[in-house]
């Protein structure tokens, strides 16, 4: 027998019509249909292939090696230890991903509240200078986090022809130097001493260049932003100081 | 026990009695047709076990499954020779065991002890020379009535491919049988 052959002899056939290569597939086909013989010859040439078939279908079936049942239920216990681990692994990675996201909103969340964050940024530049800052109370420097009743001393270089420092809370001018008082121009530089009466995230502001320091809008810190820039000026924001109460 | 039992550990979703009885019933069909195709043993069990899990990673399709017996040997077929595919370790095994086989033709296997199994024992070594789809397909067409289409999926070739090959390999057994002073 060619077994090879029977096996790989033919290759998948494109169409869709019947393989009718031998001149018994006639006969085969009929009976695979269930179909009674049409005649004895039929009947006598179909007999060794009825044979065959039943013999195929009754072949003794072979019995596995002792212990299967112990080896099949091991390995079902096995797979479901696996399925549980990686399961496990699947939620431990999810949560920790669904816990970095949540920190990632929170986080972006409360820059969203904080309104002089987004112009950070953009306010700084070459030749920035920013502001130097002390929070003082009874006259010594204060440690700790700011509260009302301290003063906040700012200082600034004057690295430009025209530089202007400010105080905003929660986006709001509070004081300005030159303009109000206290401000000290101490030589080159400007001091300025802002009493923090109420509580609030003050942001310290250096404005620089060689234009004149537009004067500030009522509408706050962003629009304050925007006109400097487009006056050719550097804003220079420092690092906010939240005042509690 | 039976398929009754099955289906109502299916229905309950309790998959590791579903697992027992399916396999207590079921597992000697699954792995005599493992073995029918792969021809060695250890890999026949490795393909048995996973036929079992395999079924089981989908339970929902069991639902539809008019015989269950005939399921298990459809996945078996598939689960088999993609095992044989996939790994090389299992196809050496079957080479060498084939190789082993046929150099000792004589000696490996017992004598028969009755006529019907000398005509089994020749029937069985038709089939181990016969290329592992086409044994595949003739032992799904000839042992399950499993029709063409779903023969030809599992052995993924063209169905006119599958029963061209499954004819030739009939009428070359018949023959290899006439030839050895068997009436098929």
């Not at chain 1, 696996?82 to 990675?93: F, M, P």
């Not at chain 1, 949540?102 to 530049?125: K, Q």
């Not at chain 1, 001493?193 to 310290?204: D, F, I, K």
């Not at chain 2, 899990?53 to 539809?64: A, F, I, N």
Request: net charge neutral; glycine share 8%; charged share 30%.
């Amino acid at each position: 027998m060619t077994g090879d052959a029977a096996g790989q002899g033919g290759g998948p056939r494109a169409g869709g019509g019947a393989a009718t290569d031998e001149p018994d597939d006639e006969l085969l086909d009929r009976l695979d249909a269930g179909l009674p013989p049409r005649s004895d010859e039929e009947a006598r040439a179909r007999a060794p292939f009825e044979r065959l078939r039943a013999r195929v279908r009754d072949l003794p079936l072979a019995e596995p090696d002792p212990g299967w049942e112990d080896r099949a239920r091991d390995r079902w216990q096995f797979a479901v230890a696996a399925r549980r681990r990686r399961t496990i692994k699947i939620v431990a990675v999810a949560v920790v991903g669904l816990a970095a996201v949540v920190a990632l909103m929170i986080t972006s969340t409360r820059r969203g509240h904080r309104p002089d964050t987004d112009i950070a940024a953009v306010g700084t530049g070459p030749g920035a200078a920013v502001p130097d800052v002390r929070i003082v109370r009874d006259g010594s420097d204060r440690s700790g986090p700011a509260t009302v009743g301290s003063t906040l001393e700012l200082h600034a270089a004057q690295t430009s022809p025209h530089v202007e420092l400010r105080v905003y809370r929660d986006g709001r001018l509070v004081a300005r130097c030159p303009g109000e008082t206290p401000c000290a121009p101490r030589g080159a530089d400007l001091e300025l001493a802002v009493p923090l009466t109420e509580p609030g995230n003050y942001r310290p502001v250096v404005i620089s260049g060689a234009a004149a320091v537009p004067p500030p809008d009522a509408a706050g810190l962003d629009v304050d932003m925007l006109i400097a820039r487009r006056a050719g000026l550097t804003f220079t924001l420092g690092d906010p100081i939240l005042v509690a109460p | 026990m039976g398929d009754d039992e099955i289906r109502a550990a299916l229905g309950r979703g309790d998959l590791r009695t579903l697992h027992r009885l399916l396999v207590a019933e079921h597992y000697r069909a699954v792995f005599d047709r493992c073995l029918a195709i792969c021809r060695v043993r250890s890999t026949a069990e490795d393909a048995a076990q996973n036929t079992f899990l395999k079924v089981l990673e989908r339970p929902d399709q069991l639902h539809s499954v008019g015989s269950y017996r005939a399921w298990l040997l459809s996945v078996a077929t598939t689960t088999t020779i993609d095992l044989l595919r996939s790994s090389q370790r299992h196809r050496d095994r079957a080479d060498r065991y084939h190789q082993s086989a046929v150099a000792n033709e004589d000696t490996v296997m017992p004598p028969p002890a009755s006529e019907a199994q000398r005509v089994a024992a020749a029937i069985q070594a038709c089939l181990a020379e016969l290329a592992l789809e086409t044994r595949a397909a003739f032992l799904r067409r000839h042992q399950d009535d499993a029709s063409w289409a779903d023969i030809a999926r599992e052995v993924n070739l063209e169905v006119d491919a599958v029963r061209m090959r499954v004819r030739r390999a009939e009428r070359e057994i018949e023959a290899r049988l006439r030839a050895l002073g068997i009436e098929p």
